[in-house]
């Protein structure tokens, strides 16, 4: 089954500790994309990646960091988590920028 | 202070009704669209899609309309079911400076379907 996959689905933890949520697709997609989503907000593109080792910033990048090591992974990384990165984060694949995103389940962030 | 959330707009409607919800979107450049469907706990789920060069296209039970006169989108769902409660949104295909191409997700509609 066709299906971005991230880990974990909730999370409370407190500031500053560092964590990252986990983000893979199994359909050889080669865009793939993080995404917040806060009432009143919508969903905001966090970073952004258009291949292997080809990452750039999204609309609300400050305080997270992406890599892209294999086609398949784009883990999320926030190095000192702080309570206004508590949010629903998404990750999302798609054939390239611009075209349908598939989107995982959501990973809920509580950061106190 | 207190502050307070801001909620999505809410179309509540009969089942076996038909629903439309509306989308304003922002660039006239836009050339594609599309509708996500999210329900409690998932993330979104493509509906259906349309290029700026229709003005309509239809799935099943769902109907896409595209005006780019006025820049509005709407999604028509035909005989309204209970598992069509959800949240709904359009997004928009923009181009940013070296074209790459990226979507903008609008903030969404509420739909509940009564029994």
Redesign the interface.
Known sequence: EAQ?TQNPRYLITVTGKKLTVTCSQNMNHEYMSWYRQD?????R?IY?S?NVEVTDKGDVPEGYKVSRKEKRNFPLILESPSPNQTSLY?C?SSL???????????TRLSIL | GESVGLHLPTLSVQEGDNSIINCAYSNSASDYFIWYKQESGKGPQFIIDIRSNMDKRQGQRVTVLLNKTVKHLSLQIAATQPGDSAVYFCAERSHGSSNTGKLIFGQGTTLQVKP
């Open positions: 971005v009432p009143g907000l919508g969903l593109q952004y258009m998404f999302a390239g920028g611009g075209a349908v995103e598939h989107f995982g389940d959501g």
